[in-house]
């Protein structure tokens, strides 16, 4: 059964950059028929698609975090991540890593990691 | 990017009885050469990450009962349980997967009456 985990500093300070990985056990990141991402959801808010990325490495992100946003993957450590720079208190959130099907097509997404709460504090 | 807007934003039913949460999109997400509505639904109970209960607006997801359904299509979609349980108690997303940026429903909070 294919399981995501989160792992980064809970802490960030404003303006510097938060980083994230999702370690992938159970099946390989480079199964061409998935896409990797993640979603955030601020505490007692909603859900914000963050961005994919594929094996081969190519990505697609929400227009709203682009220019802040660096997703890759590391094949070798099955494990993708997520750079998020210049972040301010409404980037406060629990960061959840997320598999969805690539049927050639898009797809809903069928596996989440439990989610880290990431602070924005100094 | 397409809105999603549920209602209502909390909803309150007795044991047993039929719930009913609605969804709708600022745009289409039909797509007509495949006859395929590119909408899912989503439960989170608190402290767990959302789980996926339906896709392509009416199949269930493997394991998920079936008095779990879903309905509609184009911009006006319900999801539906039909017998209120206690392990229902959650928040229910809906969410567009028919283009980037993908998008979620503001959730729907549901609880015993």
């Known amino acids: 059964q294919l399981q995501l985990q989160e792992s980064g500093p809970g802490l960030v300070k404003p303006s510097e950059t938060l980083s994230l990985t999702c370690t992938v056990s159970?099946?390989?990141?480079?199964?061409?028929?998935?896409?990797w991402g993640w979603i955030r959801q601020p505490p007692g808010k909603g859900l914000e698609w963050i961005g994919n990325?594929?094996?081969?490495?190519?990505?697609y992100y929400n227009p709203s975090l682009r220019s802040r946003v660096t997703m890759s993957v590391d094949t070798s450590k099955n494990q993708f991540s997520l750079k998020l720079n210049s972040v301010t208190a409404a980037d406060t959130a629990v960061y959840y890593c997320?598999?969805?099907?690539?049927?050639?097509?898009?797809?809903?997404?069928?596996?989440w990691g439990q989610g880290t709460l990431v602070i924005v504090s100094s | 990017d397409i809105v999603m807007t549920q209602s209502p934003d909390s909803l309150a039913v007795s044991l047993g009885e039929r719930a009913t949460i609605n969804c709708k999109s600022s745009?289409?997400?039909?797509?007509?050469?495949?006859?395929?509505?590119?909408l899912a639904w989503y439960q989170q109970k608190p402290r767990q990450p959302p789980k996926l209960l339906i896709f392509?607006?009416?199949t269930r997801e493997s394991g998920v009962p079936d008095r779990f359904s879903g309905s509609g299509s184009a911009t006006d979609f319900t999801l539906t349980i039909s017998s209120l349980q206690a392990e229902d108690v959650a928040v229910y997303y809906c969410?567009?997967?028919?283009?980037?940026?993908?998008?979620f429903g503001q959730g729907t909070k549901l609880e015993i009456k």
């Open positions: 159970g099946g390989s990141i480079s199964t061409t028929t998935y896409y």
């Open positions: 997320v598999r969805r099907d690539y049927p050639g097509d898009n797809a809903p997404f069928g596996d």
């Open positions: 990325i594929y094996y081969s490495g190519s990505t």
């Open positions: 745009q289409s997400v039909f797509y007509s050469s495949n006859n395929k509505n590119y």
């Open positions: 969410q567009q997967y028919y283009t980037t940026p993908y998008t």
């Open positions: 392509w607006a009416s």
